[in-house]
């Protein structure tokens, strides 16, 4: 078995087309196709089933996919390591991060990274903490800021918390004020229409489950959205949410209102695959990280943000 037949694999997978493929691979059509067939008599076993038009997986093929995708990861993983023993002048860092992080303190710790090795490429997914979980364990990320508690299900990984925050319930300033206290309880969202997001958001599962142990099930005026999305329906008067408290920076036209104790919070970590040490540049990003979080004032922070990463982890190296 060789990793360019499953290179051919792979991208014959998720295109579902050996034309596509082969463009994709930058190789002849006849040439990836033989190279399918000399893998499939190699494992004894079909791993598409050739219908005009129309290329599907058999059990056998979907039982390599994910392992042929984390052997690629993990091969280009030992190429841009051996690459990066000249130095730290070329490289690549893969960055997983929730869309409260990329919009708050995300965009500053990347800028300070890029101005000390300018030559690193950045690459930032952007998505909910379990699809980052996923692609951590798939080896499609070096990094991924994601939210603990992990699942009983998810691979081992290595993570360290880096910060608290609480969430709020966020409304339209166009609208009245959902409540006329200082704070609102999860039971004063029982009879609110609320704006959820997609499932992939740990803060949905936060949010369902709350209102849950409250005794009720929300009402959803809207559900699915993204971040972006969730918030330009608040914003449009479509209902509230529960969201993190970051994203309502430089977010004029919502307020957020904290919740009363006791308060949901999450805890935001650092995470990396236990069976894959990071590469020195992904190492590099993670002291800049630290770095960068040392350095917040508790006025650049907010009253719902707090840094909980260990002293020693905030001195750069």
Known sequence: MQFQQLAYFVAVAETRH????AEISRVAQPS??????????????PLFIR???NITLTPAGEALLPLAQRMLADLETARREVQELAGMRRGRVRLGATPSLCAGLLADALARFHDRFPGIELHVEEGGSRDLIRALGRGELDLALIILPLHSSDPEFVTLPILRESLVVVSSKARPSPTDRASMRITDLRDRPLVMFRRGYDVREATLNACRAAGFEPRLAVEGGEMDAVLRFVEAG?????????VLRNRPGLRGTPLARPRLL?????AHRKDV???RTA????RVLMAYLGTLTRAELGEDLEVIAPTEELDEV
Do not use: C, D, H
């Open 277 to 279: 040490s990071p590469s």
């Open 32 to 45: 990836l196709s033989k190279q399918i067939r000399a893998l499939e008599e190699e494992l004894g076993a």
């Open 266 to 270: 999450r805890t935001i970590a650092l």
């Open 238 to 246: 479509l209902g509230v949410a529960v969201v993190p408290s970051m």
């Open 283 to 286: 190492l590099a990003f993670w």
């Open 51 to 53: 219908a005009r038009g």
């Open 18 to 21: 050996f034309t596509r493929a």
